[in-house]
């Protein structure tokens, strides 16, 4: 069982910037495909990004060039750095991991996710 512990969740200024991390528990870290999704209210999760183990980069293109999610798996953690935040952005949000690795591949677990209020 991996138990993913979110944090950074704010109140944030339009146009502001903010940082979200995401660190894993054990020392498998480096097994998973690690993401970010958002539930903006009323709406349904979809993902932000996601970082695959060689570190290969995905976005949703409604962030691209604003959002970079890394991850260090020395420190068994991955971030989600936002800048030019606007109001769309504003939701909870969720730190999948999803093992790619023999031993837990096609396991799933998901943090309990930060709220963030992006106000005009």
């Known amino acids: 069982q991996v138990q993913l512990v979110e944090s950074g969740g704010a109140l944030v200024q339009a146009g502001g910037s903010l940082r979200l991390s995401c660190t894993a528990s054990?020392?498998?870290?480096?097994?998973?495909?690690m993401g970010w999704y958002r539930q903006a209210p009323g709406k349904q999760r979809e993902l932000v990004a996601s970082?695959?183990?060689?570190?290969?980069?995905n976005y949703a293109e409604s962030v691209k060039g604003r959002f970079t999610i890394s991850r260090d798996n020395a420190k068994s953690t991955v971030y989600l750095e936002m800048n030019s935040l606007n109001a769309p952005a504003t939701g909870v949000y969720f730190c999948?991991?999803?093992?790619?690795?023999?031993?837990?591949?096609?396991?799933?677990?998901w943090g309990q996710g930060p709220q963030f209020t992006v106000s005009s």
């Open positions: 999948p991991a999803i093992g790619a690795a023999a031993g837990v591949r096609g396991a799933h677990y």
């Open positions: 054990g020392n498998i870290f480096s097994a998973f495909i």
């Open positions: 970082v695959n183990r060689a570190s290969s980069t």
